[in-house]
């Protein structure tokens, strides 16, 4: 069973920083990609970012440009979402989830997802 531990979210002021953490585990297959997506009341899923589990290659939704960096801790088998220059349209919920390939994390389709941290930004 996957299961996902997820922390970082909270109440920033525009402008401010936040990192996102995620712990995957219980998946078998090495190709998998972990990444991020957000969802906001009332609109659609949106992809943030994601990495795969044995390349170094990120892949990022065009809309962050640049704010949001993602990286791996391998030795803590942890992923992060470094964010950066946070605005208030940046407030959502924050999932980490997992991807087949780039092609669903593009198309919101991951196979697994945690249970969101929140993050507000606002002054």
């Known amino acids: 069973q996957v299961q996902f531990v997820e922390s970082g979210g909270g109440l920033v002021q525009p402008g401010g920083s936040l990192r996102l953490s995620c712990a995957a585990s219980?998946?078998?297959?090495?190709?998998?990609?972990i990444g991020w997506f957000r969802q906001a009341p009332g609109k659609e899923r949106e992809p943030m970012a994601c990495l795969g589990l044995t390349e170094s290659t990120p892949y990022y939704a065009d809309s962050l440009k640049g704010r949001f960096t993602i990286s791996r801790d391998d030795a803590k088998n942890t992923h992060y979402l470094q964010m950066n220059g946070l605005k208030p349209e940046d407030t959502a919920m924050y999932y980490c989830a997992l991807y087949a390939t780039t092609y669903t994390f593009y198309t919101n389709d991951p196979d697994h997802w945690g249970q969101g941290t929140q993050v507000t930004v606002s002054s």
């Open positions: 219980g998946f078998k297959f090495r190709y998998y990609y």
